[in-house]
């Protein structure tokens, strides 16, 4: 059994950073991609970034440039630096695993 536990959200005020950490946990956990999605009021959960066991990386258009992530696979932990934050990024952001295993989400509020 996967479990994906996330931290990090918050309020932040437009052009501001947060930065979201997931942790996974298991026995002989051996994860492939982690990536983010994110679901915001009345929309559609929709992808952010993936970066595979190897270090290569996927970001959706709406976030290249101000969201990098980056992860430690010893630790099993995936990042999400999130910068120059704007009131659309306003979601709640799941980690998940290429396997399809989901975490809680946390919540990010982007004021303007």
């Known amino acids: 059994q996967v479990q994906l536990v996330e931290s990090g959200g918050g309020t932040v005020q437009a052009g501001g950073s947060l930065r979201l950490s997931c942790v996974a946990s298991?026995?002989?956990?051996?994860?492939?991609?982690m990536g983010w999605y994110r679901q915001a009021p009345g929309k559609e959960r929709e992808f952010v970034a993936v970066?595979?066991?190897?270090?290569?990386?996927d970001y959706a258009d709406s976030v290249k440039g101000r969201f990098t992530i980056s992860r430690d696979n010893a630790k099993n932990t995936v990042w999400l630096q999130m910068n120059s934050l704007k009131p659309e990024d306003t979601a709640v952001y799941y980690c998940?695993?290429?396997?399809?295993?989901w975490g809680q989400g946390t919540q990010v509020i982007v004021s303007s």
């Open positions: 298991g026995s002989g956990l051996i994860i492939n991609n």
């Open positions: 998940i695993t290429g396997a399809g295993h």
């Open positions: 970066i595979s066991r190897g270090g290569s990386k």
